[in-house]
């Protein structure tokens, strides 16, 4: 029974508000500096309960020149840094002595405006999914919830990913065997957040708004005391705004930094096959000119040369990986959906005011 629970994949997140509310503050706290810690919880057949989570305390490391080095490439791998990994081992410990859940079940990150597809986030990630499959990263886009929306996912690696990371070989010859893609990098795990049941009934002793916004008069100062007045909700003048969106804005900046690394990771690629080419234009002539000079040294009646020297002298330049090309496509993919998600009510107002936009 164990060991078919244990292979029943894992079909959604199960977090409680709890872990919600301190994950938004730790979060809303360190922007614009990332934020990382350790979520605790249980696999429940197929469900993974996350019930606690832990911050990652700040790791200030000095470089070799004595000033500081980059916080925001030390907060984003303090995940896998081991001073966290034997700080959460102690507070899995003490956990366990309290005899709440204990588990480790993956990590949290934050993240601007859907910028977390990166190669530090897919190796913080490996590095809990190589020990347990079952473990997640909650990423917290907290531009997007400053909008009024909270903005949580979680993600996992995928197992055909997991097997090429494992191998480390991300060549186009590799990728073309394994039919690999930038699509199959991560797998979207749906996310529930969930309340106690005391939450709940406070929940439902929150008075609801009125149900239509014409109220009756009241007929006397009893029916005042009886029922009193129940105004209706202030109408939001936001939704009339025709300025663009500046979250449309700068999420366009970072998919044309996208878009402009891309076409240099594709012209780094393109000058490999280049030295690729003329190394092999190289082999081939020296190979040519070898096997004249045998046929020249056998009608002499003399022991020929051998034809494998090329690999001694000519050196095939290595073929660069293909993982910073798959992320930031994985990545562009991102930020276009974004671009729709936001165009979609801009749209409309500009098609609803074109009238008066349009010179006549």
């Not at 055909?160 to 186009?172: C, D, I, L, N, R």
């Not at 044309?256 to 393109?270: G, K, P, T, V, W």
């Not at 500009?350 to 009238?355: D, L, T």
Request: aromatic residues 8%.
């Amino acid at each position: 029974m164990a060991d078919a629970q244990k292979d029943v994949p894992i079909k959604s997140a199960q977090v409680e508000s709890l872990v919600v509310m301190k994950i938004v503050k730790h979060c809303s706290s360190s922007f614009p500096t990332i934020a990382t810690g350790s979520l605790v919880g249980m696999d429940n057949n197929g469900v993974l309960e996350i019930t606690n989570a832990f911050p990652f305390p700040n790791i200030d490391v000095l470089g070799a020149d004595g000033h500081q080095s980059d916080a925001t490439s030390l907060a984003a791998a303090a995940a896998r840094a081991k001073a966290n990994i034997a700080y959460q081992n102690e507070m899995i410990r003490h956990l366990k002595e309290v005899n709440v859940d204990a588990n480790n079940v993956g990590w949290y990150t934050s993240a601007t405006m859907g910028n977390f597809i990166n190669l530090t986030f897919i190796e913080n990630q490996y590095h809990y999914q190589r020990e347990n499959d079952k473990t997640v990263a909650l990423v917290h886009d907290v531009s997007r919830s400053s909008q009024g929306t909270l903005s949580l996912r979680a993600f996992k690696l995928s197992p055909e990913f997991m097997v090429a990371y494992k191998e480390g070989k991300f060549t186009t010859e590799s990728l073309q065997k394994s039919k690999l893609t930038f699509r199959d990098i991560l797998v979207e795990v749906p996310v529930v957040v969930h309340n106690t049941h005391l939450l709940t009934s406070f929940l439902h002793q929150i008075p609801a708004p009125p149900e239509s916004a014409e109220i009756p008069l009241p007929a006397s100062l009893d029916d005042i005391r009886r029922d009193p007045v129940k105004l209706p909700s202030h109408p939001s003048f936001d939704t009339l705004d025709l300025s663009i969106d500046p979250f449309l804005e700068k999420t366009c900046d970072l998919l044309l930094d996208s878009i402009e690394a891309h076409y240099s990771d594709l012209n780094n690629h393109q000058y490999y096959q280049r030295q690729l080419a003329r190394e092999q234009f190289k082999i081939t002539q020296w190979q040519a000119k070898r096997k004249a000079d045998n046929a020249a040294r056998l009608a002499a009646k003399q022991e020929p040369l051998p034809e494998d020297e090329w690999q001694r002298l000519f050196k095939l330049p290595q073929e660069p990986s293909r993982l910073e090309g798959m992320l930031n496509a994985r990545q562009v993919e991102q930020y276009s959906k974004q671009v729709d998600g936001f165009t979609a009510a801009i749209t409309t107002k500009m098609f609803a005011v074109r009238g008066n936009l349009l010179p006549e």
